[in-house]
């Protein structure tokens, strides 16, 4: 059964006859668009009132791969963190290896040259550890006997005393610090010249300077170094520094705090001094020596002059003794005269040997 509109409508061209309309305008408007640009401002017009559509087909798409941008250039921002980061350590660590090599060979440099100042022979050493007694002062060194560490040798660093070796192994030694309470140091004060004893303390911070009177010119800030007097330091290290000055009107001495100089417990590296000191001789023992020689000497003297008294003796007794050979037999009254000088001789030797075999006693006082 054919279909076919209802008589009431108004009946247009047919399909094909639109068709075909629609072909050849469509034919003609592109003929005529590339050869006289007549669509152009068709195109634009249509272009800008489609565009907003077109973007906002778009968002979706822009959405999606903004997410998976931000999730990649998140993930290689953070590698990129990471690697920023450990590369700042290394460069940070590097700084503070240049730091502390350059602290090392500063505080080197300043050992050498304080080794060349002081004159004496001196053994580097490294400070290794504290020791576990909380009550003393001490360190343990990397340098002993093998080294040529000797018991009682002092140490220091370059800015003044350390202590002093008090206990020497193979290969280490124990120092025991200068702030310690059994420590001593003679000491003198730069600016006058007052010489004094200086004492560790029970904190193990502070130094204690005593015996000093309290009409002793001392104030603070007063620079304290070695006096030598003890044989032990050279004179001149630097040790303390007057921190606090404590007069009493009931005591005969002042109490005066001293802060050692030298970083007691910040060292790492020390000298230790092999310090040979010019101590002069002692005055009793020159005095007894003196007189040992003097005796040997007198005894020497008195020998000698025995053997000069014994020979010359001698000499006068052989020309009387021999009798020549030309002399006439027939002379009697001649024979008794070499026996009387030989008897002569003979007292006289004997007369001179006397001293020498008894010396005289020294005379004590009347």
Excluded: W
């Excluded at 002092?154 to 309470?181: A, C, N, W």
């Excluded at 003796?313 to 027939?330: F, L």
């Amino acid at each position: 059964m054919e279909y076919s509109p209802p008589p009431l409508f108004k009946q247009g061209p047919s399909a094909l006859a639109r068709l075909i309309f629609f072909v050849v305008l469509s034919i003609a408007l592109l003929i005529s668009d590339a050869r006289f640009k007549t669509l152009e401002v068709v195109r634009g017009v249509l272009g800008a009132g489609l565009y907003p559509l077109q973007r906002a087909a778009l968002v979706p798409r822009d959405l999606f791969m903004g997410a998976a941008d931000l999730a990649v250039t998140s993930a290689a921002l953070r590698q990129d963190n990471a690697k920023l980061h450990a590369r700042n350590l290394q460069l940070s660590q590097q700084a503070n290896d240049a730091a502390s090599l350059a602290a090392e060979n500063t505080h080197l440099r300043a050992l050498l040259q304080l080794s060349q100042r002081i004159g004496a022979q001196t053994t580097p050493a490294e400070i290794q550890y504290d020791t576990r007694d909380p009550f003393t002062q001490k360190v343990v060194i990397g340098g002993g006997t093998q080294q040529g560490v000797q018991n009682g040798s002092p140490v220091v660093s370059e800015d003044g005393v350390i202590g002093q070796v008090t206990r020497v192994f193979p290969m280490q030694s124990e120092v025991t610090l200068v702030t310690d309470k059994d420590q001593a140091v003679p000491v003198e004060i730069v600016r006058t010249g007052l010489r004094s004893v200086i004492y560790g303390t029970a904190k193990g911070d502070l130094l204690d300077l005593r015996f000093v009177p309290i009409s002793a010119d001392v104030q603070v800030g007063d620079e304290l170094v070695t006096s030598g007097l003890d044989g032990v330091y050279p004179q001149g290290l630097p040790v303390a520094k007057v921190l606090r000055i404590d007069k009493q009107a009931d005591t005969a001495f002042a109490r005066v705090i001293c802060v050692p100089l030298a970083a007691v417990r910040g060292a790492r590296e020390v000298l230790v001094l092999h310090y040979v000191p010019q101590v002069p001789p002692n005055p009793v023992e020159a005095a007894e020596a003196a007189s040992a020689v003097a005796a040997a000497e007198a005894k020497d003297a008195k020998k000698k002059k025995s053997k000069a008294a014994d020979k010359k003796a001698d000499d006068k007794s052989k020309p009387a003794a021999n009798v020549p050979t030309g002399a006439p037999t027939g002379a009697p009254a001649n024979a008794p005269a070499p026996q009387a000088k030989t008897q002569a001789a003979g007292h006289a030797s004997a007369a001179a040997k006397a001293p020498a075999a008894a010396p005289a006693k020294p005379q004590g006082g009347h």
